[in-house]
């Protein structure tokens, strides 16, 4: 076994504190993984807390991982010691069924094996997140990093970028589209990014008057206050499709009003039920479509990452120490993040020191 640091929650009332424990030793399709830097998404907190009911205890949470090969099983041809690579939300899954076929893994029929909080579906034992020192995966899921890419600012593609673009790629959004997004957070300032990078003009709807200027910074050629009924009226049936980013149950029938007919809203962040209920009239007279998305396959992740390294796209970030990270939790649920929080790894080791 391999022994591990990192920090860890050993209860859904705890604060995450420095945690030492085992990583598995390596198999033969292994690659051993130094992490220097880990994004903190809003999911993260979730698990830590168990609001989804299915937390799993020492919970060591992160899957926006980025750092260095370390190590290598003996049939791993793809990397070598001292690569660039990132690690997302997922570590496995079963490989022969059709999802996984078509590089939809995370769509698995048997489960796709998440990185933290989760069941290793070969031996049984616990997932363990980015938080820490280094981190053991299966090398299918290994992804190559672009060195061009700031490391830090690139850590977040792993769940915000890849959750943005998969719906964009799967809906073919592109050049001549019209795309609404909801929302300017973590995952709304990327989806602003890949529509204006991908051709498309792009409208953001906030309830922040003061995100106008931000949005149009980041290439937004329209900005919508979602709670002035002038605005959203002037907008009615002028988009082609709307990426809904918002995390929190909302009424979604004002955003299939903006769209075409034929247009599709997209989900990507409420999983709790909707309320409002959706009007079927709102599908059904225009023949529109409420959609949802989940995060990206692996091939689909590597696309995203060699694009966003070609066109030098990152995620707008804030780096912290990991001693800090309970204060980025609360400020993450109090929106008061610039749009990402990223712990540089390095200081894991003042946290040994102070210990």
């Not at 030492?20 to 030793?25: G, H, I, L, T, V």
């Not at 672009?146 to 050049?175: M, N, Y």
């Not at 007919?261 to 225009?286: E, F, K, S, W, Y």
Request: glycine residues 10%; aromatic residues 6%; charged residues 20%.
């Amino acid at each position: 076994m391999i022994a591990s640091y990192g920090f860890a929650c050993t209860d859904a009332n705890e604060p995450l504190k420095p945690w030492s424990f085992e990583r598995r030793d390596l198999r033969d399709d292994d690659v051993r993984i130094e992490i220097t830097h880990c994004g903190v998404c809003h999911s993260d907190i979730h698990q830590a807390r168990n609001d989804w009911g299915f937390a799993v205890y020492p919970l060591v949470p992160g899957h926006e991982i980025v750092g260095r090969v370390t190590e290598v099983g003996s049939a791993v041809s793809g990397f070598k010691v001292g690569d660039r690579v990132g690690v997302g939300c997922i570590v496995d899954s079963c490989q022969e069924c059709a999802a996984c076929g078509e590089g939809l893994e995370q769509y698995c029929e048997n489960g796709m094996t998440q990185t933290y909080a989760d069941t290793d579906r070969r031996d049984g034992s616990t997932t363990y997140g980015g938080y820490s020192d280094q981190i053991v995966v299966r090398d299918k899921f290994v992804l190559r990093m672009p060195e061009t890419l700031d490391q830090a600012a690139a850590a977040p593609l792993l769940c915000a970028g890849i959750t943005t673009w998969s719906p964009l790629r799967h809906w073919k959004v592109g050049k001549g589209h019209k795309l609404g997004v909801v929302g300017l957070g973590g995952l709304g300032h990327m989806a602003v990014k890949f529509g204006v990078a991908l051709g498309a003009e792009v409208t953001l709807f906030t309830r922040s008057p003061e995100k106008e200027q931000e949005a149009r910074a980041l290439g937004a050629t329209n900005v919508v206050l979602s709670t002035d009924p002038k605005q959203m009226e002037a907008i009615a049936g002028t988009l082609d499709f709307v990426l809904n980013t918002v995390p929190n149950s909302h009424d979604v029938n004002p955003y299939l009003a903006a769209l075409k007919r034929d247009g599709a809203q997209i989900l990507v962040g409420v999983i709790t039920p909707l309320d409002p209920p959706v009007g079927g009239a709102n599908l059904i007279m225009q023949r529109k479509t409420l959609a949802g998305s989940l995060i990206g396959g692996i091939a689909e992740t590597q696309e995203m990452l060699d694009f966003c390294g070609e066109h030098g796209i990152t995620c707008d970030i804030e780096t912290i120490k990991i001693a800090d990270i309970n204060k980025a939790f609360e400020r993450t649920m109090k929106g008061d993040v610039h749009y990402r929080f990223v712990i540089d790894m390095a200081s894991l080791a003042e946290t040994r020191q102070a210990a």
